[in-house]
C-alpha cells in the first residue's frame, strides 16, 4: 500500500492507478479504524479496483467544545489494518495540507442538515460537506462508500453531490453501508472507546430500546408516547441525556408523527458518561 501526505503525491500516484482504466473507490474516514471502517474496504474492494482510503482528522467539523484534540489518532495501526485488507492507496495530509493559509470556503447543505445532529452540533455538516466535497476533487473516484452509522451525514453527503453535479463525471455512486454492530447490538464506533465498562455495559440498552420502540411503532402504536419511553429507558439505564429520539422520513430526515407508507428510520442520539452516542435503523412503513 502506497501512503501520500501531500496533493502532489496524491495526484501522481492516482493519475497512475487510474493509467489501465482501473475503477478507483474512495472510503473517506478519520482514522481509528475498526471492524465498521473495514467493512467499507471490503465492500469498496468487491465493487472497484483499487480502493484509495483517507484518513483525516477533520477540525472543521468539530465545534469548540468538541474532542478534537482528544479523537483517537493511530495512524501506523490503521495503515496496517488498510494494507491487510488489501487497500491500494492511503491518503494521510496535515492539516495544513487541507486547510493552507488563507482557506476560506465553507459548503452548507440547507434541509437534510439542519435537525437532528445539526441542531445540537452547529456547523458540524458545513465541515463534513466542505472536506468530503476536497477529498472527492481530490481523489475524483469512481464510487464513495460511507457507513449508515452517520444516517444524516450520509443524506447530507447525497444531497451535496447532487447538487454540485459530483455525480458526474467522476462519483458515479455515493454508497451507504449497513452499520456493524458489536455481537450485544452497540453500533461500532471510534468513540466507544472512551466508555467506561459500566457505561459501555449501559450502552447496549440503546440498540435494544430502540427495538422494541420500532416493534411498537410498526405494530401501530402512537410514535410519540413511545419514543417517550425509549427516552425513559435510555434515562433510566444511566444515560445522562438524550439528544433527540426521532421517526423521520429516510430521505428528507424530516420528523413524522405517524408513519406514511414511504421508508422511515428511527434516529437516537444520547449522552453516556462523557460519549455521545448516535444510531439509526429502519422502520417497515
Ligand atoms: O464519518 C467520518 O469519519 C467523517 O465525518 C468523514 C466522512 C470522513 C469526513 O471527515
Redesign the pocket.
Given at each position: 500500500m502506497q501512503t501520500a501526505t501531500t496533493l502532489d503525491v496524491l495526484r501522481t500516484s492516482i493519475a497512475k492507478l487510474r493509467e489501465n482504466g482501473a475503477r478507483i473507490g474512495l472510503v473517506?474516514?478519520?482514522g481509528a479504524l475498526h471492524e465498521g471502517h473495514l467493512t467499507l474496504i471490503r465492500r469498496a474492494r468487491e465493487e472497484c479496483d483499487s480502493v484509495v482510503a483517507?484518513i483525516?482528522v477533520?477540525p472543521t467539523?468539530f465545534g469548540p467544545n468538541e474532542d478534537l484534540d482528544a479523537y483517537p489518532r493511530q495512524l501506523a495501526e490503521d495503515a496496517a489494518m488498510l494494507e491487510a485488507e488489501g487497500c491500494a492507496f492511503l491518503w494521510a495530509p496535515e492539516p495544513q495540507e487541507m486547510y493552507p493559509d488563507g482557506f476560506v470556503t465553507s459548503i452548507s447543505v440547507s434541509g437534510v442538515s439542519e435537525g437532528l445532529c445539526g441542531a445540537a452540533r452547529p456547523g458540524h455538516f458545513d465541515?463534513?460537506a466542505t472536506?468530503?466535497n476536497k477529498?472527492f476533487n481530490q481523489v475524483a473516484p469512481d464510487m464513495a462508500f460511507?457507513?449508515e452509522k452517520?444516517f444524516q451525514?450520509l443524506a447530507v453527503?447525497r444531497a451535496m453531490a447532487r447538487d454540485l453535479d459530483l455525480t458526474r463525471p467522476h462519483v458515479h455512486s455515493i454508497v451507504g453501508v449497513p452499520t456493524v454492530r458489536e455481537s450485544d447490538g452497540l453500533a461500532m464506533s471510534?468513540r466507544n472507546r472512551y466508555l467506561s465498562e459500566g457505561d459501555r455495559a449501559a450502552a447496549t440498552t440503546l440498540p435494544q430500546s430502540m427495538k422494541t420502540a420500532i416493534a411498537r411503532i410498526e405494530d401501530g402504536e402512537p410514535v410519540a408516547p413511545v419514543l417517550a419511553a425509549l427516552e425513559g429507558e435510555l434515562l433510566q439505564a444511566g444515560f445522562a441525556s438524550v439528544d433527540y429520539a426521532v421517526l423521520a422520513d429516510s430521505a428528507s430526515l424530516a420528523p413524522l408523527e405517524r408513519l406514511s407508507g414511504s421508508p422511515a428510520r428511527l434516529l437516537v442520539a444520547a449522552r453516556i458518561g462523557t460519549t455521545r452516542l448516535i444510531d439509526n435503523m429502519a422502520v417497515c412503513a
Open positions: 473517506p474516514t478519520m483517507s483525516f477533520n467539523q465541515g463534513v472536506v468530503v477529498l460511507f457507513g452517520d451525514q453527503i471510534s
